[in-house]
């Protein structure tokens, strides 16, 4: 089975705190995303990549970055951590190729409140 | 540009009833592919069917059933017999081809509620 791992399923941080969610996979995919979860609104895509080191914006990358130094692990991090990012974080991956439909796998998410 | 959208955002149901949760979709390329995923309080998406364009049958799964009508564009997803563990929020999603990103357009999710 695919296993997604999200290092933190609940977080507490302060208003401009520096805050790194963690996200690991085990089945050699080279596609990873950090997906934001709010109500009514459904997921949206913040960033994703497709090989180590490579990054892509996705439809609200402002007030994030992200990391994949190595191919089982993407990180998501706020450099500046704000109340309007308070959400559900949801990482995934899946198998890179020329054209879509591969399945992409959740891992189980991370609730972050910023006070 | 491609857009999902679940119209019903909370279903309330007694056990053993049947379901149908509702998925509308746009989209200019002619070949896509459409996903439901299925969210428990755990928090975790659970992934449920694949269906490309270019399959326009039903398929059934057990309890589960989705229909997909590319003339509508829809692709209802229907629980048969409707179980407590059923009580989750369910994701329709969108992906398009060429996207080698594999990049899902998600709906704004239908929570269903099964009552005993």
């Known amino acids: 089975d695919v296993k997604v791992t999200q290092s933190s399923r609940y977080l507490v941080k302060r208003t401009g705190e520096k805050v790194f969610l963690e996200c690991v996979q085990d089945?050699?995919?080279?596609?990873m995303f950090w997906y934001r979860q709010d109500p009514g609104l459904g997921l949206r895509l913040i960033y994703f990549?497709?090989?180590?080191?490579?990054?892509e914006k996705g439809d609200i990358p402002e007030g994030y970055s992200v990391s994949r130094e190595k191919k089982e692990r993407f990180s998501l991090i706020l450099e500046s951590a704000s109340t309007n990012q308070t959400s559900m974080y949801l990482c995934?991956?899946?198998?890179?190729?020329?054209?879509?439909?591969?399945?992409?796998?959740f891992g189980e998410g991370s609730w972050l409140t910023v006070v | 540009a491609q857009k999902v959208t679940q119209a019903q955002t909370e279903i309330s149901v007694v056990e053993k009833e049947d379901v149908t949760l509702d998925c509308v979709y746009e989209?200019?390329?002619?070949?896509?592919?459409l996903f439901w995923y299925k969210q428990p309080p755990s928090g975790e998406l659970v992934f449920l069917i694949r269906?490309?364009?270019?399959?326009?049958q039903n398929e059934i799964s057990g309890r589960y059933s989705w229909n997909f009508q590319k003339s509508t564009s829809s692709f209802n997803f229907t629980i048969t017999a409707s179980q407590v563990v059923d009580s989750a929020v369910y994701f329709c999603?969108?992906?398009?081809?060429?996207?080698?990103?594999?990049?899902?357009?998600f709906g704004g999710g239908t929570r269903l509620m099964v009552k005993p």
């Open positions: 269906r490309n364009s270019f399959d326009e």
């Open positions: 995934a991956s899946s198998l890179h190729s020329r054209l879509s439909g591969n399945t992409i796998y």
């Open positions: 990549s497709y090989d180590v080191k490579m990054k």
């Open positions: 999603a969108l992906s398009e081809a060429n996207n080698a990103g594999n990049m899902l357009t």
């Open positions: 089945m050699d995919h080279e596609n």
């Open positions: 989209t200019r390329d002619t070949t896509y592919y």
